[in-house]
């Protein structure tokens, strides 16, 4: 019975959860591997449900393809971090929400070599051809290197490349300890707003159900 009473704004939940998180035939190369696409579906979500989201609003008249097909343009498929200006304007009042989340997720690029796309891509492209993963160089001065050009086409590494906070960072590298500290609070900053915007979703899908029963 619940599953007839389910409102549309669930629709876009739906729609994220075609595209397997971390699959790597992005057309914006680069999409983080942990939760790149299922970690957006709550927010998604609750954008949907949210009153005075106009954007959606207008998209109800629109083919659910076509919903799909201006989201890959705007956000990548599967989505990859930054998002763009145009990505956070599509989801209307929960842009700033995920603007926030984009902004976490550099800062774990910024603090965690491992997470690092450009790190991820010196490991993984032949191009590098194995080599360790070195701090970001100066442009220009490398490139005709086949490893920096292969840099330059991923699209989260671009972005951290260009990235004035992160190219201070590395001037400025912190002791081991210390990077790790960084590294570990970034993480749960990421996880403690994920799960805050997961409980907020699940209230207003309740909410939604209930509401609709009138009174």
Same mark, same amino acid.
Request: charged share 20%.
């Given at each position: 019975?619940?599953?007839?009473?389910?409102?549309?704004?669930?629709?876009?939940?739906?729609?994220?959860?075609?595209?397997? %998180?971390?699959?790597?035939?992005?057309?914006? @190369?680069g999409a983080p591997r942990n939760g790149g696409v +299922?970690?957006?579906?709550?927010?998604?979500?609750?954008?949907?449900?949210?009153?005075? @989201?106009?954007?959606?609003?207008?998209?109800?008249? =629109?083919? =659910?393809?076509? +919903?799909?097909?201006?989201?890959?343009?705007a956000c990548g498929k599967p989505i990859a971090y930054p998002l763009g200006a145009k990505c956070v304007g599509l989801m209307g009042s929960a842009g700033p929400m995920?603007?926030?989340?984009?902004?976490? =997720?550099?800062?774990?690029?910024?603090?965690?070599?491992?997470?690092?796309?450009?790190?991820r891509v010196t490991r993984e492209d032949p191009a590098c051809g194995g080599q360790a993963p070195l701090a970001v160089s100066d442009r220009g001065a490398g490139a005709v290197d086949p490893c920096q050009r292969a840099q330059e086409a991923n699209y989260s590494c671009a972005a951290l490349r260009n990235d004035l906070v992160y190219l201070?960072?590395?001037?400025?590298?912190?002791?081991?300890? %210390?990077?790790?500290?960084?590294?570990?609070?970034?993480?749960? @900053?990421? =996880?403690e707003y994920d799960k805050k915007i997961e409980e907020m979703s699940v209230r207003i899908q309740w909410y939604r159900i209930f509401a609709e029963k009138g009174y």
């Open positions: 019975m619940l599953a007839r009473t389910i409102p549309p704004c669930i629709l876009p939940l739906r729609l994220i959860r075609r595209n397997p %998180a971390g699959t790597p035939t992005s057309t914006r @190369s +299922f970690a957006l579906a709550p927010l998604l979500l609750l954008y949907a449900c949210t009153p005075g @989201s106009s954007p959606l609003v207008k998209l109800h008249g =629109v083919p =659910v393809g076509g +919903f799909e097909q201006q989201l890959d343009e995920l603007q926030h989340r984009s902004d976490l =997720v550099m800062r774990i690029w910024r603090s965690c070599p491992d997470d690092n796309p450009c790190y201070e960072s590395i001037r400025q590298a912190s002791p081991p300890q %210390a990077a790790e500290a960084d590294c570990a609070e970034d993480k749960k @900053s990421l =996880v």
